[in-house]
């Protein structure tokens, strides 16, 4: 469990995000896709990050920090603009600056265990390549497919991704599949 869990700052202007002193990593997928139910899953906290039946659920960049060790940031949905003080700031931008200045120590992209990747994940995949961060695919709502869903799902992104199966990691928030891997895998990312 990724104890003491506490949200820092939610923005999408990057003069309020929290120093980079500590290692972090970003959750970024399709919208409904589960990021931040993955991260109440990791951290044990029900309601640490707000989640919904509809897209859009998430609109800015949430920076939480655990045990003061290390970030969890929960992104917007692909293409779900985020605002303040009536200020637009569009997705794509967004994550650019958010990746040139940061340079996270790892992308997790999630995908949908019954729907797969779509363009924009492959141009997610394509920005975190560019600024050389490692990119690893949690297949969500594990609950949700059988065995060979969740296979066909996995092969087809690694082929679609050109990313080795060693890199995809299976989850489900519901019933906590996966979580205590994944919880690894994020400590491994965070150590170097
Ligand atoms: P945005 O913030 O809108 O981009 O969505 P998100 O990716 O943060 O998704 P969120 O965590 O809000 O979850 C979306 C919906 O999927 C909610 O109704 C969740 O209860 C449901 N959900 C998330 N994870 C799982 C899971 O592992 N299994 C099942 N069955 N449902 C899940
Ligand atoms: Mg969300």
């Given at each position: 469990m990724l104890n003491n869990a506490r949200l820092l700052v939610t923005s999408?202007?990057?003069?309020d995000w929290p120093d980079k002193k500590k290692p972090e990593v970003l959750f970024a997928g399709r919208s409904n896709v589960g990021k931040s139910s993955l991260i109440n899953a990791l951290t044990g906290q029900k309601k640490l990050a707000y989640t919904g039946k509809?897209?859009?659920?998430?609109r800015m960049l949430n920076f939480y920090s655990v045990d003061d060790k290390l970030l969890l940031v929960d992104a917007p949905g692909y293409g779900f603009a985020v605002s303040s003080n009536k200020n637009n700031v569009d997705f794509d931008k967004l994550m650019t600056t958010y990746f040139q200045l940061r340079k996270p120590e790892a992308l997790l992209l999630l995908v949908d265990c019954r729907r797969g990747i779509n363009q924009d994940d492959i141009m997610m995949k394509e920005l975190a390549d560019y600024y050389g961060i490692n990119t690893l695919i949690v297949l969500t709502k594990i609950d949700k497919c059988n065995k060979d869903g969740r296979l066909s799902t996995s092969n087809a992104v690694s082929e679609k991704l050109n990313?080795?199966?060693?890199?995809i990691v299976w989850t489900s928030s519901e019933n906590k599949e996966g979580i205590d891997n994944l919880e690894k895998r994020i400590l491994a990312f965070c150590k170097k």
């Open positions: 999408p202007n990057a003069r509809t897209p859009g659920k998430t990313i080795p199966s060693s890199r």
